[in-house]
């Protein structure tokens, strides 16, 4: 079992900005790709970002893309999303993710373990 466990969640105005933060623990060792997706109510979970554990490679979702920043610290066994720029659409429960597997992948299916979700809610 990796515990993920997501923190830095809240209430923010429309342009403003949120850390969040992914602590693993447990059998960490492995760990090929750490992601964050997100889910409105009433829509599907969606890719939001994703970073390699090894080069550090990341990827983004169009909708996020130069407003988001995802990193890690392979040492603390954590990794953290920058959101600035925070629109209402934004809105939702963000997850973080881990996975063995694919390097890179955007597809929630991929993941092996998730986090409880934190919310981020952006007003207008």
């Known amino acids: 079992q990796v515990p993920l466990v997501e923190s830095g969640g809240g209430l923010v105005p429309s342009g403003g900005s949120l850390r969040l933060s992914c602590a693993a623990s447990?059998?960490?060792?492995?760990?090929?790709?750490m992601g964050w997706f997100r889910q409105a109510p009433g829509k599907e979970r969606e890719f939001v970002a994703t970073?390699?554990?090894?080069?550090?490679?990341?990827f983004y979702a169009d909708s996020v893309k130069g407003r988001f920043t995802i990193s890690k610290d392979n040492a603390e066994n954590t990794v953290s999303l920058q959101m600035n720029s925070l629109k209402p659409e934004d809105t939702a429960v963000y997850y973080c993710?881990?996975?063995?597997?694919?390097?890179?992948?955007?597809?929630?299916?991929?993941?092996?373990?998730w986090g409880q979700g934190t919310q981020v809610t952006v007003s207008s």
């Open positions: 970073i390699s554990a090894s080069a550090g490679s990341t």
């Open positions: 993710a881990a996975t063995w597997g694919v390097v890179g992948t955007t597809l929630a299916d991929n993941y092996d373990y």
């Open positions: 447990g059998r960490t060792f492995g760990i090929r790709t």
